[in-house]
């Protein structure tokens, strides 16, 4: 027997992030945050229902929280490479208007 009520919230969001992992399969782009790409499937699933656009708000708050955290540990040492960065950004944006 399972207590159904405080289960139920830990296993929604568990779900909502296999899902939106199975989703993120068929995005456009490998490295897809699925905010405002084209061809995000994420995206595409909350636009026809298919995905509960508030689980994938909860999503996005819990992945930009992960992701802030480790940017500002990173940034430290990887300083010298921004400059890399900047240059691989720019031909993405380059590419992705072919
Ligand atoms: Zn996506």
């Known amino acids: 027997m399972r207590e159904v009520g405080c289960v139920d919230a830990a296993q929604g969001l568990e779900t ?14 490998k490295d897809c945050k699925h905010t405002s790409e084209i061809g995000c499937a ?3 699933a909350v636009d026809e229902g298919n995905l509960d656009a508030a689980l994938y708000e909860n ?20 300083d010298k490479s921004f400059g890399n960065m900047v ?10 208007r072919e």
Do not use: P, W
């Open 16 to 29: 909502t992030f296999d899902l939106i992992f199975d989703l993120s399969k068929n995005c456009k782009f």
């Open 42 to 44: 994420v995206l595409q």
């Open 59 to 78: 999503y996005m708050k819990m992945g930009e929280k992960k992701h802030f955290e480790s940017t500002v540990a990173e940034r430290r040492k990887k």
């Open 87 to 96: 240059k691989d950004y720019k031909n993405l944006k380059k590419n992705n």
